[in-house]
């Protein structure tokens, strides 16, 4: 028999917030997290809002030296650092700042790309024939490993530490590959998170792109609407979040707090095939994924009470609905619950799986189904599928049992899980 | 003025020490990553850091010269007097 794969910890580093006490109390009040980003208007976006951590000094006094405060300019390691130890340390791991590595302990802590503030500034000063003066912090504000080592030296971690890269689906897709890793008996626990740089360089693309929403700069709250009729495009958002996998043994044995199980999951690829493309998703490969995720977690589709979907508030919802609905056999009333965190926080890109992963099992921990917001107004075609009812707009007071989440991401990737309360 | 340097210079220093290494226990003969522990990847940085307070350029033979606290004020001295 495989091991069991649970949650021991969890931290985030959200535009709701940082620590998991901020972050439960937005889920539940309904609060958003997208703001009005000056920046972007001076820059001449279309798109001016967008979520963003609020990072202070006394929350870098805590996480990091003195020293290495001092030319830190990537935003998503600063986010990572901090959502990757409160996670640990919510685990009730120890942090020893001498002595062996702890082999059994490993990290994935995946990125889009790291430091691209700190790249910058590298790239006018060797433009201008500064090299020399670029200092030794450039090189590990920059590879998107640096999330993984530096969190890997703080902690001391001695399994495998390295750095996954899926686009939106990269932290969803390293909870699995972490699970995986713990079963196969090749590591105890494993801090497994996401991080994303905030700011106009990481988000430009995508207002290029022309797929988020240029009619809420003056009013960011509303910007957010997975679901919705009127939803018009994501909105730009960043952070971390950061889990605690470990086996069952190990945790038991720790005395640990649990948040939940990992049943099973699956990655897998649409090829831009099927009409997929870099941008959309080949359907028949969603249905797949979430299909085989449901039979290696050794459960029927019935057995799903909650869905945290993807839903970025695109034109593409409706079709990630269908494709639920499709992979699970069920529609109307018989659809299991469904939200997305994405109204309340934006779209957090290589964040947004880990950071809705925590939101996700933060669930089980309230017994509560956490309520979408912006949605009041229901797509129509989502309306035809899942009946209203199974979409709250204010939370329920019920606990749920099986969740299912998923990511999913340019270039036709997608990952889903299936997370189930945790019972002896 | 050769005080007032080696003050300076401790300042620059000091962010850098390990952990378990005090500015009390540098003394001018004291070698910067042999006895002080510093990582080699941060002398780069103290390097620009010197750059920056005395208002000098360093080159690479300076750098491979500069092993001990004294060196590196020896080195500051002689780019004072002699600016390139």
Known sequence: MDRRVVITGMGVCSPLGIGLEAFTNALQTRQVGIRFQPELEALKFGCQIAGKPIINKDILEQYFTSIQQKSLKSTGLVYGVVAGVDAWKDAGLPVHAEGEPDWDSGIIFGTGILGVDKFREAIYMVDQGQVRRLGSTSVIQTMASGISAYLGGILGCGNQVTTNSSACTTGTEGLIMAFDRIQSNKAERILVGSCSDSGPYVWGGFDAMRILPRKYNDNPEEGSRPLSASASGFVPGSGAGALVLESLESAKARGADIYAEILGGCINSGGHRNGGSMTAPNSIAVQRCIREAVNNSGISTEDIDLINGHLTATSKDPVEIKNWSEALNRTGSSFPYINSFKGHMGHCLAAAGSLECVGALLQFREGEIFANVNCEDLHPEIASIVDPAKIPTQGIARAPEIIAKASFGFGDVNACIIFKAYNP | ?84
């Open chain 2, 1 to 84: 003025m050769a005080e007032a340097y080696y003050s300076q210079l401790l300042d620059i220093i000091k962010p850098y020490l390990p952990e378990d290494v005090s500015v009390t226990d540098i003394t001018p003969d004291s070698h910067l990553l042999e006895e002080l522990n510093i990582n080699s990847a941060h002398l780069v940085d103290i390097m620009l850091d010197v750059e920056d307070a005395y208002d000098i350029i360093l080159e690479n033979e300076d750098m491979e010269k500069m092993e001990t606290v004294s060196d590196a004020l020896e080195i500051i001295r002689s780019k004072l007097n002699n600016p390139s």
